[in-house]
């Protein structure tokens, strides 16, 4: 059994994967900005913590993060404001990985996206630019972290029931449900093997855990 902490644990992606880590034994924190969501959090097995990771600073979010085995990085601005993105997809996120960090938190799983590259190809007049912009940030100041981290970059997410089968590098948009990106991100945190690894993902043929270990 692990501690789990889990940043933006309202999101559809958390609430599925609460679940699972819940059933499978794992303790589990969720943290969430909105209290009038901690009763949904509750009924997935998960322990709802609430705090602002946008305003938090890094000592906040050491004595946050501190005590748990692994941090799962969910959250989100959900973009439309530019300045936001920036500040908790990019910034935020960063502070939580120097957090885990400074509290001796080794093992973090970003849930970023299928296109998060250097090169990720999104002109800067582009709407879709600062989220683009802010997930590469965060993912190459993870990368260059002491952490055992994996980053996961599921393609275009889709209310589809889930399959237990992807795909690992996939053409085109990568199209995956909600659902399997939760059941990637629980088979992540029960495979210590996966540290050090960016696993690009869609919808595929391949069982979960044997795409993983391919």
Known sequence: MARVLIFGGHGKVALLLEALLAERGHAVTAVIRNPAHEAEVAATGAVP????????DLAQLTNLVAGNDIVVWSAGAGGGDPDRTYAVDRDAAIRSMDA?????VRRYIMVSWIGSRADHGVPPDNSFFPYADAKWAADAHLQASALD???????????????GRIQIDPAGRGEVSRADVAAVVAAVVDDPATAGRSIRFGNGDQPIADALAS
């Open 100 to 104: 885990a960090t400074a509290a001796g």
């Open 49 to 56: 913590l609430v705090a602002d990771v946008e305003t938090s």
């Open 149 to 163: 981290w994996t980053i996961l970059g599921p393609g275009t997410l889709t209310l589809d029931p889930p399959t």
